[in-house]
């Protein structure tokens, strides 16, 4: 059954209009589809908050009540204060209970995927939403993905969701929704030793070099009385 939500016509237009409204905790928004012409509103954030506090959020199914008529409408978008998040305008719009919409639905994942963890893995979901088709008694308040059975290799694709009877995801089959990363380290010890052994080595035949040129230049000295050594030329 929708939510009641009521809303106030008549509201002024501007954006210093706009800042009064919102510190009476009074929303700016607008009310539009099935051909009527977009509708200027205020809803109290008080009485919107309430409306969208069930499971569906959202994506809640209302009964928007705008001067004399009602209609079935959803929350389009929400634009939200850049610092504090609060909600500063909302789009309403006007749906029939029997058409087929697009919508945003919350992706979750459930489980523990032990094989991931005992890799040093973590799983990641990619997107935090998705987008469904479905009529308004249809949509699903959240998309379930069970991670228990994936491996270090596993990647669940937009395609691999399984969805509710009357609802189909919009999107790429292909695309990526929950993949796995590793956060496992590398030991850099044993590389560490290597190196050193690795320059140990070097090491030695230098010197070996070192102590055979010592030697080869006493040899080429004269020796003592001024005579030259063996295999050297005499001094003048």
Do not use: C, W
């Amino acid at each position: 059954m929708p939510t009641a939500l009521k809303t106030s016509l008549g509201r002024p237009l501007g954006s210093a209009a706009a800042r009064r409204l919102l510190a009476q905790d009074q929303i700016p928004a607008v009310v539009y589809g099935h051909g009527m012409t977009p509708t200027p509103v205020t809803v109290d954030r008080k009485e919107l908050r309430v409306a969208l506090s069930g499971p569906a959020g959202l994506n809640t199914v209302l009964e928007l009540h705008v001067g004399s008529d009602t209609y079935p409408a959803i929350v389009k978008e929400v634009q939200r204060d850049p610092v504090k998040r609060i909600v500063r305008h909302v789009d309403f719009q006007q749906i029939s209970l029997t058409e087929i919409i697009t919508v945003h639905v919350p992706l979750h994942v459930k489980g523990v995927a032990k094989a991931v963890l005992a890799e040093g893995g973590l799983v990641d979901p990619v997107v935090n939403s998705i987008d469904v088709r479905a009529t308004a008694a249809n949509i699903p308040n959240e998309i379930i993905v069970d991670i228990t059975n994936m491996t270090m290799d596993s990647v669940v694709r937009l395609g691999d969701l399984q969805m509710p009877e009357g609802v189909t995801v919009v999107g790429d089959p292909e695309f990526v929704v929950v993949t796995v990363v590793t956060t496992k380290v590398e030991e850099a010890a044993p590389v560490a030793a290597a190196a050193e052994g690795a320059a140990a080595e070097g090491a030695a035949p230098a010197e070996g070099a070192a102590e055979g040129a010592a030697a080869s230049g006493d040899a080429d000295k004269p020796a003592a009385g001024g005579k030259p050594a063996a295999g050297g030329k005499p001094t003048k």
